[in-house]
């Protein structure tokens, strides 16, 4: 672990709580003098967190902050989930996928979780940028081991959608639904989304990282960069801590993930129609190379989307299109 990190470690659970704390007391935890406190301070602002400075009262953070905390996210899971689970805490990484893929490329790493308070390289599904300020969000990758190879994992980000609207409801946030494939929305604004990479044998047992981002207390400026109508946990008025609510979602995962690798997706195909947010009504699906219209019909046992066009009921794959919504 580098010095810098060391510093930010002692500084940031102080400095988390939106309140002033003094250059003398700053500089004790940090065993600097106070002239070398806001040297320190300044890699604060590297991440993001605007420090402010009041001559006589000392230093703070423009915002509290909720830091993630690994006992407290335990402590919302079950001990038969705990024992299944190992998990890394970063500050900062360039994506949860890409550190949890790395592990699992390198041998077994089934049921390893690693979280961040930021990430700088973050990706949503087709390579697009998702947006990872620090401490706001939740930025969270599972590897979990499934035998049969990809034909077994035909469903997987749906089932693991209906785990993440379980966790969610039982936080308190009934409104959330899915969209096909990969998303979490409430009233069609975008609450959260799901990548999955895979890494192993096609064809025998592999290893699939689970990568979930969740928008938990995004602010403005920050999301300037989504392109799409998005919302928070904190805008629909849940204030849960962001630990507790991993934890729920580990809670979640590992009863999902189980029950997938015993029975597949058709066991869980009812509750995922149940939060199908646009099922019956019409949409266009988009792909590189053509847009199709017609009615959403749900999904089969495999997770593929029916769609009702004028040639009848076809069928897509998560991997080759996107739904949007027509009049």
């Given amino acids: 672990m580098s010095s810098d990190t060391r510093s930010l470690e002692v500084l940031l659970p102080v400095l988390a709580d939106g309140e002033f704390h003094s250059g ?14 806001w040297k320190q301070l300044q890699k604060l602002e590297a991440l993001g967190l605007a420090v402010e400075s009041i001559k006589g009262r000392g230093y703070r953070l423009s915002r509290p902050l909720d830091l993630l905390s ?4 335990l402590a919302a899971t079950s ?20 550190q949890a893929m790395q592990v699992a490329e390198g041998g077994a790493a089934h049921g390893l979780v690693v979280l961040a308070e930021q990430q700088v390289a973050g990706r949503g599904r087709r390579g697009r ?8 969000n939740i930025y969270l990758s599972l590897v979990w081991r499934f035998a049969g190879g990809a034909a077994a994992l035909s469903g997987l980000s749906l089932a693991v959608g209906v785990a993440c609207a379980r966790a969610l409801r039982s936080a308190g946030l009934v409104a959330v639904g899915l969209k096909w494939p990969n998303d979490l929305l409430v009233d069609g604004r975008k609450l959260g989304g799901i990548l999955l990479e895979m890494t192993g044998d096609p064809a025998g047992e592999c290893q699939v990282v689970i990568g979930i981002g969740l928008n938990v207390q995004m602010g403005d400026a920050e999301a300037e960069a989504i392109e799409q109508p998005w919302t928070s946990l904190r805008r629909e008025g849940l204030s849960v801590s962001r630990s507790t609510v991993v934890g729920l979602l580990l809670e979640q995962l590992v009863a999902v993930l189980t029950q997938f690798g015993r ?8 509750e995922w129609s149940a939060l199908d947010i646009y099922r019956d009504a019409p949409v266009t699906l988009l792909s590189v190379s053509q847009s199709v219209a017609g009615v959403a019909r749900g999904v089969d046992d495999g ?5 009702e066009t004028d040639d009848g009921i076809q069928t897509f794959h998560g991997g080759e299109v996107s739904v949007r919504s027509r009049p």
């Fill in 24 to 37: 003398e007391a700053l500089g004790a935890l940090l065993g600097v003098s106070r002239t070398a406190v």
């Fill in 70 to 73: 690994v006992p407290e996210v």
């Fill in 79 to 98: 001990e038969s989930a705990r024992a299944q689970l190992q998990l890394r805490l970063l500050l900062q990484t360039d994506s949860t996928n890409v």
């Fill in 129 to 136: 940028q998702w947006v990872s300020p620090f401490g706001a």
């Fill in 263 to 270: 029975e597949g997706f058709t066991s869980l195909r009812q």
């Fill in 303 to 307: 997770g593929a989307l029916l769609l």
